[in-house]
């Protein structure tokens, strides 16, 4: 069975340090991964897309940058955080190719607080 | 510009009532809508998932809806349970390079007392 894992789950991080967060998936060869942050009070909003390795779509303009080194690993970072980067980062993969991309799962997420 | 909007905001019913959520979309060309549960921390899990050609889909208590032509769906729960309390979100998507961009609804936050 497929599973999907972040970390940390919790990360408190001062204003203008940087982030790695990591994303895994385990159980499935070339899937389709997204970064995902929630602010409080609002929906989810796509940062990333990634339909393989190194081939990375950005939805939304910001100081963050993702990659991928591995066909299972998606990687959101960023030089210098910013106090609006506060918010619930999550991750999900989707199968790729025909109708079963439909669907996607989400991984547990990440509690990032910027202080 | 793709949006999806939901109704009500939030919502309070007793345990045992039935109660209906709703979403209507912008969403263009229009590929599926799939409807999430998400409780407070933890990631979205998927209830229904419906293409352009299905206007109902059940699991267990969770029958969705959907109307392409009025860009509408909705959620119904029935004989709700504590257990049912939490966010739900509506997530439309279309085709593009290869994958699925889901725009995402801002959710309806469920309350069930007892």
């Known amino acids: 069975s497929q599973t999907i894992h972040q970390w940390p789950a919790t990360l408190v991080q001062p204003v203008g340090s940087p982030l790695s967060l990591e994303c895994t998936v385990e159980g499935t060869s070339n899937p389709n991964l997204y970064w995902y942050r929630q602010a409080a009070g609002r929906g989810l909003q796509l940062l990333f897309y990634s339909v393989g390795i190194g081939q990375i779509s950005s939805e939304v303009p910001q100081n963050l940058s993702a990659s991928r080194p591995q066909d299972r690993q998606f990687i959101l970072s960023s030089k210098k955080l910013l106090l609006s980067d506060s918010g619930f980062y999550l991750c999900?993969?989707?199968?790729?190719?025909?109708?079963?991309?439909?669907?996607?799962?989400f991984g547990p997420g990440t509690r990032l607080t910027v202080t | 510009k793709n949006q999806v909007e939901q109704s009500p905001q939030s919502l309070i019913i007793l345990e045992g009532k039935n109660c209906t959520l709703q979403?209507?979309?912008?969403?263009?060309?229009?590929?599926?809508l799939r409807w999430y549960k998400q409780d407070t921390g933890r990631g979205p899990v998927s209830l229904t998932i419906m293409t352009f050609s299905e206007n109902t889909k059940s699991n267990g208590r969770y029958t969705a809806t959907l109307d392409a032509d009025t860009k509408q769906s909705s959620l119904h729960i029935t004989a709700s349970q504590l257990s049912d309390s939490a966010s739900y979100i509506c997530v439309v998507s279309f085709p593009s390079g290869g994958s699925y961009i889901p725009t995402f609804g801002r959710g309806t936050s469920l309350i069930v007392h007892p």
């Open positions: 999900a993969w989707s199968p790729a190719g025909g109708r079963s991309n439909y669907e996607q799962y």
């Open positions: 979403c209507n979309y912008t969403v263009s060309p229009f590929s599926n």
